[in-house]
């Protein structure tokens, strides 16, 4: 499975667009990237996944480039309870978590 | 509706102690996953199921490890004699998809073991 680079911490405004980077140069073509999160005590909780065009759910939307090397997660609206750590998997088969990025949300 | 759910929550064993957990996932899940996740760590694969049969065992750590879900749904992860580096949250997660293309799993709260 490709190796995925994420910032280890990030800070937002409440109400204002966090947008989470993750690098994946060695991405293979077959290779989906995912985006889970883990709020403190809890378990990880799927947000979104896409192979090489943008998507968008409920919860956030994923922008993948063209050369599919690197890929934004963006929370529009952030709120309090977004405050977790989100994790950019890149893989084909199992999924392989990472450090994470630990999102800080900010009043 | 109900999630994965786990128990214990927390377990406390001394160091060469048998332990057993439990998970409970959600109805009709096909899919079953075991995760271990190391304090400030992120989940690291242990095991996956599909229906009854154990598909991947790749992340067991050793031979105390052992996981079994017998009739498809319940399953159970056993620690035999357990060593301080057991110590972690064992996570459990589901999946109504099979196989490859399991990308979205329900993960449980986890159980928290501290060997002693």
């Known amino acids: 499975d490709a190796k995925t680079t994420q910032p280890p911490s990030m800070d937002c405004a409440e109400g204002r667009a966090a947008n989470l980077p993750c690098n994946h140069s060695?991405?293979?073509?077959?290779?989906?990237v995912y985006w889970y999160r883990q709020i403190h005590s809890q378990g990880p909780q799927y947000i979104i996944h896409?192979?090489?065009n943008n998507e968008t759910n409920e919860m956030a939307s994923l922008i993948i480039t063209e050369d599919r090397k690197s890929s934004t997660l963006i929370l529009p609206h952030a709120t309090l309870r977004d405050t977790a750590v989100y994790y950019c998997i890149v893989s084909s088969q199992k999924l392989v978590f990472g450090q994470g990025t630990r999102l800080t949300i900010n009043p | 509706g109900a999630g994965v759910s786990q128990s214990p929550r927390y377990k406390v064993a001394k160091r060469g102690q048998d332990v057993a957990l439990r998970c409970d996932p959600i109805s009709g899940h096909v899919s079953l996953f075991w995760y271990q996740q190391a304090l400030g760590q992120g989940p690291e694969f242990l095991t996956y199921f599909q229906n009854e049969a154990q598909l991947d065992k790749s992340g067991l750590p050793s031979d105390r490890f052992f996981a079994e879900r017998p009739e498809g749904s319940v399953s159970t992860l056993k620690i035999q004699r357990t060593q301080q580096e057991d110590s972690a949250v064992y996570l459990c997660a589901s999946s109504h998809q099979t196989g490859t293309s399991v990308y979205e799993q329900y993960f449980g709260p986890g159980t928290r073991l501290t060997v002693t």
């Open positions: 060695t991405i293979s073509g077959n290779e989906y």
């Open positions: 896409g192979l090489k």
